[in-house]
């Protein structure tokens, strides 16, 4: 794994000038000399040179060959799949990013590409579902928000033995965490949105592929159809990364804290999260990845959305907003928010419950943390004292 110091050398020094900082090259053109005799730059779709850093820096990080940055994680994921051709298979994670199901369902089911989805937690229900018209296993762990574990390594053997690609999205972990290339993985996509931007002020995806070949192949669609960062917002990125271990690290530490916390609170049911050990799948978390991450689920004694809303209302460090990654800490209620389009039953055989809270913990003083969400919980135990829906929750 990447250390603080490789990953900090990663970012290189601007050789024309000796800037510390990485320069943004704010520009559509750049001047030829010669018709097509040039400085390795031609138009900036093509290629920009604060991309191209961003670019190189994450083909590092998750030691891979070739990155490629995109507009959006989603933007990212689209130029995987556009791998892909009619008539190909895909096999998914169950438990898959709401936008990504989108993406597979309402756009490329239309041209002739199929998805499967299982659950790859147990990785010979993939073997399982593999024909001959698979081309790409997509998985994502862990997964939102129930936090789901799937052993990398065991289904990067599986997609080998098939030759077809595997692709991770990696955002959850980030590449601090866990580097899916290592463990046989062909791709990685993040949405650079979450840990690696970090701060809560941008969009941006990211894909690296672990052969050139193939990552040619990514960077030659993601001149095709456009879909690429800005100079700015990848000089952002850029800058994210440079304290991505040790965010990632005390987001790692704040988060173990408040899921124990959570785990011993009378009003809470589930608590999900792969660093505790009641996690069913926590020894290929440990297995797989540093730490485990900076987002905690966990649903209420009384299944309620009504009571739900009251808690994710009541938080003052805790903002109630989609997403996760940034500094400051965030929470939201999947059955209203994220994965409100998601069918109800569907919603709830996949674990998210309607008292589901999804809490993406930040970088304050973690007692602050406990003692904002000790609050939420003391009002909604004042409620549920005159309320006939919380009837259960006075009774814990
Ligand atoms: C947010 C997210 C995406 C989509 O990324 P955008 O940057 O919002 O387009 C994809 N996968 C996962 C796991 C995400 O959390």
């Known amino acids: 794994m990447s250390n603080a110091t490789q990953l900090i050398h990663s970012i290189p020094v601007d050789e024309q000038t000796g800037s510390i900082a990485v320069p943004i090259y704010q520009t559509s053109t750049f001047v030829q000399e010669a018709p097509g005799v040039n400085k390795g730059y031609d138009y900036a779709r093509s290629g920009n040179p604060t991309r191209a850093t961003l670019e190189s820096i994450i083909a590092t990080l998750e030691k891979g060959e070739v990155g490629v940055a995109f507009g959006s994680g989603l933007a990212a994921i689209d130029a995987v799949l556009k791998l892909l051709q009619a008539g190909d298979e895909i096999i998914a994670v169950d438990d898959i990013y709401g936008g990504a199901f989108r993406l597979f369902t309402h756009i490329y089911e239309k041209f002739g590409i199929t998805v499967k989805y299982v659950d790859t937690t147990k990785a010979e229900n993939v073997f399982e579902a593999i024909s001959e018209k698979t081309k790409l296993i997509w998985l994502e762990t862990p997964t939102n928000p129930t936090l789901k574990i799937s052993d990398i390594a065991a289904i990067a053997a599986i997609a080998k033995a098939h030759r077809c690609l595997l692709c991770v999205d990696n955002t959850f972990a980030s590449p601090a965490l866990q580097q899916p290339l290592t463990l046989g993985a062909d791709i990685v996509v993040h949405s650079a949105t ?63 804290e408040v899921a124990k916390y959570l785990q011993s609170h009378p009003l809470v049911d589930q608590v999900y999260y792969p660093g505790l050990t009641t996690h069913h799948n926590h020894d290929i978390a440990a297995k797989q990845s ?7 689920s966990f649903t209420l004694k009384t299944d309620t959305a009504v009571a739900a809303t009251q808690f994710v209302t009541r938080t003052k460090y805790f903002k ?60 909604l135990q004042e409620e549920a004292k005159t309320s006939v829906s919380y009837k259960k929750l006075a009774t814990v």
């Not at 994220?338 to 913990?361: M, Q, W």
Request: aromatic share 4%.
């Open 290 to 296: 540093k730490a485990f991450g900076g987002v905690v």
């Open 320 to 379: 109630l907003a989609e997403s996760l990654g940034g500094v400051k800490s965030l929470l939201c209620h999947p059955a209203a928010m994220t994965h409100k389009s998601i069918p109800e039953n569907k919603r709830r055989a996949s674990g998210v419950a309607d008292s589901l809270i999804r809490l993406s913990v930040g970088l304050e003083e973690v007692e602050d943390l406990i003692s904002d969400l000790e609050q939420a919980f003391a009002t």
């Open 194 to 256: 979450k840990y690696l931007g970090g701060h809560s002020d941008l969009i941006a995806g990211l894909v690296v592929a672990r052969e050139k070949e193939l990552g040619d192949k990514i960077k030659f669609i993601q001149n095709a159809s456009g879909a690429i960062l800005s100079p700015f917002d990848s000089w952002l990125v850029i800058r994210g990364i440079e304290t991505l271990h040790l965010r990632v690290k005390q987001h790692s530490a704040n988060a173990l």
